[in-house]
Structures are given as structure tokens and as C-alpha cells.
């Protein structure tokens, strides 16, 4: 075949309708592939960021994070409502250990008032609410928590069998009733509150661990 000829041939099969229409369907196909292609790639980007971020959320963030107000009131909640309590707020999240007082328990709490801090001689305080302090802080906050249920009828029962209570230090702390008062660890207990997570009880005086 000629030169020519092949050229006629050519130009009749790219001018011709049929084939004409086949490449404009094929054109278009092409362009709608490449149009799904690239929304699949903004959703799946969409998608894995929303993910990152979610699981930067659960990391950063502890159950004391989490807002429920159609529950009652956890340790930590309890205490942040009552000023009264706001040294002891301080402390907790000093010590970095929110998480442990607001998790299912059930937990009893010996929670010491302001005025108990202020018993302590201003330079001990101080320095246990400094960052390198951190553990040591945690200990002493841990020796006002048992890690069981003690509400006063409870306590009052453990007290008659001359138990003591195991807290969550490591320590154990004597149980006494005196004239139909209960005295933890030589302390009284002011008033209790129930809570979500098990009890708090009020007292006005710091359990400062035995052990350093």
C-alpha cells in the first residue's frame, strides 16, 4: 500500500463517527475515573487524619477527661465542686493522679480539707507541690485512699473488730470509735459523702505516711 493510500486510510479511520464516539466515551471514562480516584484520596486523607486525631485524643486524655453530667459525681468531681477542697484539687493534679481517684472502684477517700494543708508548715507544702516532687506528693495522697468500699457503718464495724484499713500507699491505718466518732489513723472523720465511685470522707488533718 502506498504512502498515499495509508494516509487516506488513517485519516478515514480517525475521522470516522463510529470511532469518533468510541474515543469520546473512552475520553470521558477516563476523566470520570480520574475524578472518583481523586475524591477517594481527599476522604481517605479526611478519614486517617480523623483517626490520628482520635487516637492523639485517647492518648492525651485519661478518664478524668471524660464529662458526664447525668452521672453522679465522681472523687475528683466532688471535690473540684466544694472549695473547701481546692488545695487537695491542686494537689491531685500535681501528682498526676486524677485518673485514680475518678476510676470504677469502688474507692473510699479520706479527703483533707484546706485547713488540714495549712497545718503543715508552709516549706514542706511547698515543696511537695514542686515538679520534682511529683512521687513523693503521690504517696502521700495515696495514703488517703482505700481501694474498697468503707461507708461510716462500714468503718464503725471494722473499728469494733480492730481491723485496719490497707491503703492504697502500701500503709495500713487503725480503725477507732471514741464517743460515737470515727478516727482513722489517729484522725476524725468529719462527715461523708457518697459518690459514684465509693465514699469520701471529710477530715481536717493531713495522714502523713509513716514511711519516707
Same mark, same amino acid.
Given at each position: ?28 471514562? $477516563?476523566?470520570? $475515573?480520574?475524578?472518583?480516584? %481523586? ?5 481517605? &486523607?479526611?478519614? +486517617? ?24 459525681? +465522681? ?10 477542697? %481546692? ?31 495549712? &497545718? ?13 516532687? &511529683? ?19 462500714? $468503718? ?57
Amino acid at each position: 500500500m502506498s504512502y498515499y493510500k495509508k494516509g487516506l486510510f488513517c485519516l478515514k479511520f480517525y475521522y470516522n463517527p463510529n470511532t469518533i464516539i468510541m474515543r469520546t466515551k473512552i475520553s470521558i471514562l $477516563l476523566i470520570s $475515573l480520574s475524578i472518583i480516584l %481523586s475524591a477517594c484520596k481527599g476522604e481517605i &486523607k479526611k478519614t +486517617n487524619k480523623s483517626v490520628s486525631n482520635t487516637e492523639v485524643k485517647k492518648q492525651t486524655k485519661g478518664q478524668s477527661a471524660v464529662k458526664d453530667e447525668d452521672s453522679q459525681p +465522681n472523687v475528683l468531681q466532688t471535690a473540684k465542686s466544694i472549695k473547701d477542697f %481546692s488545695t487537695l484539687v491542686t494537689a491531685i493534679e500535681k501528682a498526676g493522679v486524677e485518673d485514680s481517684v475518678v476510676n470504677a472502684g469502688p474507692l473510699t477517700v479520706f479527703a483533707p480539707l484546706n485547713s488540714a494543708f495549712d &497545718k503543715l508548715p508552709k516549706e514542706v507544702l511547698n515543696d511537695l507541690l514542686k515538679p520534682e516532687n &511529683k512521687s513523693k506528693l503521690a504517696f502521700v495522697l495515696t495514703n488517703h485512699v482505700a481501694p474498697s468500699n468503707y461507708p461510716m457503718k462500714q $468503718l464503725k464495724k471494722e473499728a469494733r473488730k480492730k481491723r485496719k484499713l490497707y491503703m492504697a500507699s502500701g500503709e495500713y491505718l487503725d480503725v477507732v470509735e471514741k464517743g460515737g466518732k470515727i478516727f482513722v489513723g489517729g484522725v476524725e472523720v468529719i462527715k461523708s459523702v457518697k459518690v459514684s465511685n465509693g465514699w469520701v470522707h471529710v477530715i481536717n488533718t493531713v495522714l502523713v505516711p509513716k514511711k519516707k
